[in-house]
């Protein structure tokens, strides 16, 4: 079986030629396996957000070139990438639809793709299939399918977003620091829904995280990025073995000692 997604040679230059030129991608080259599960570690402006968003299509890239499931997607636009990927960001605002209910927001997820916008209402079969899917979140959301999601916490609705990202099993989930605003005990049930939506549906996924611990216990395989480039990549039980003292030495190497404010350490 061939790749999930291929990354290959992908360079990204911000504001080129400006006094605030940012080499952002330098190289960056990556092959995932359907059902990896990679979490991605790395300092501030290492370029993890920026090569989610490369998959995404957020901009064009400068060069390179990226394959999902033997497409080249490289010059696909954003929307039709959309089609391919769910994505959870780090802020409970962006995933859902604040003044929408949690069945508008489902259906529109649920839709995705199709013609059929929310124009004739939800049907008794899909609100049925709403609940079946909010009672595994364990939330009780399913007893609430018509409140507005603002009403709703921020682990809540990460845990909504994640739901409606795999309603219709994405090729690709980009998990980019999904819990970094919860509170430590709302992001660890986060987390746990993340693993199990992500093994129950069989996904290849991509997290982003600056817990290094949470990147040591989560996944198949993890990356470490540095400067644009993946300079680290262990799977299997070589990643079972890590420990977070592997991972500092290691971003010591790299950074040449001058981590100590980074938010990955500080974690
Ligand atoms: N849209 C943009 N315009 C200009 N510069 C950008 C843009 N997006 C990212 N950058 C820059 O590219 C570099 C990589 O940013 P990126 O967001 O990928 O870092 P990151 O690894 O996700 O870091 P963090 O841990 O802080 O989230 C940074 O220097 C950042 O300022
Ligand atoms: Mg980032």
Redesign the pocket.
């Given at each position: 079986m061939g790749y999930m997604l291929e990354i290959q040679d992908v360079h990204?230059t911000?504001?080129a030629g400006t006094i605030?030129e940012?080499?952002?991608?330098n190289g960056v080259n990556l092959n995932l396996n359907p059902g990896d599960f990679v979490t991605i570690i790395?300092?501030?402006?290492?370029?993890?957000?920026?090569?989610?968003?490369a998959i995404a299509g957020?901009?064009s890239i400068d060069a390179g070139k990226i394959v999902i499931d033997g497409v080249d997607i490289t010059k696909l636009s954003e929307h039709k990438r959309a089609a391919f990927l769910g994505r959870v960001f780090q802020d409970p605002m962006t995933g859902t639809a604040a003044t929408m209910s949690i069945e508008e927001n489902m259906a529109i997820a649920a839709r995705r793709g199709q013609r059929r916008g929310l124009g004739w209402g939800i049907t008794k079969k899909e609100r049925e299939s709403f609940k079946e899917s909010l009672k595994t979140l364990d939330l009780g959301l399913e007893d609430r399918l018509s409140s507005k999601v603002g009403l709703l916490s921020g682990g809540q609705r990460q845990a909504i977003t994640l739901l409606m990202a795999s309603l219709k099993k994405p090729k690709l989930l980009l998990l980019?620091?999904h819990t970094a605003a919860l509170d430590p005990k709302t992001a660890a049930k986060v987390l746990a829904l993340s693993d199990k939506i992500i093994s129950d549906h069989n996904l290849t996924a991509m997290m982003?995280t600056?817990n290094m611990k949470d990147a040591i216990l989560h996944g198949n395989r993890l990356i470490m990025?540095h400067e644009?480039r993946v300079i680290y990549d262990v799977s299997g039980e070589e990643k079972k073995q890590l420990q977070v003292a592997d991972l500092l030495k290691k971003f010591e190497e790299v950074s040449g000692g001058e981590f100590a404010n980074d938010?990955?350490m500080l974690a």
């Amino acid at each position: 079986m061939g790749y999930m997604l291929e990354i290959q040679d992908v360079h990204k230059t911000f504001n080129a030629g400006t006094i605030n030129e940012k080499v952002a991608l330098n190289g960056v080259n990556l092959n995932l396996n359907p059902g990896d599960f990679v979490t991605i570690i790395g300092g501030n402006g290492a370029g993890k957000s920026t090569t989610l968003n490369a998959i995404a299509g957020v901009w064009s890239i400068d060069a390179g070139k990226i394959v999902i499931d033997g497409v080249d997607i490289t010059k696909l636009s954003e929307h039709k990438r959309a089609a391919f990927l769910g994505r959870v960001f780090q802020d409970p605002m962006t995933g859902t639809a604040a003044t929408m209910s949690i069945e508008e927001n489902m259906a529109i997820a649920a839709r995705r793709g199709q013609r059929r916008g929310l124009g004739w209402g939800i049907t008794k079969k899909e609100r049925e299939s709403f609940k079946e899917s909010l009672k595994t979140l364990d939330l009780g959301l399913e007893d609430r399918l018509s409140s507005k999601v603002g009403l709703l916490s921020g682990g809540q609705r990460q845990a909504i977003t994640l739901l409606m990202a795999s309603l219709k099993k994405p090729k690709l989930l980009l998990l980019d620091e999904h819990t970094a605003a919860l509170d430590p005990k709302t992001a660890a049930k986060v987390l746990a829904l993340s693993d199990k939506i992500i093994s129950d549906h069989n996904l290849t996924a991509m997290m982003v995280t600056h817990n290094m611990k949470d990147a040591i216990l989560h996944g198949n395989r993890l990356i470490m990025m540095h400067e644009g480039r993946v300079i680290y990549d262990v799977s299997g039980e070589e990643k079972k073995q890590l420990q977070v003292a592997d991972l500092l030495k290691k971003f010591e190497e790299v950074s040449g000692g001058e981590f100590a404010n980074d938010r990955m350490m500080l974690a």
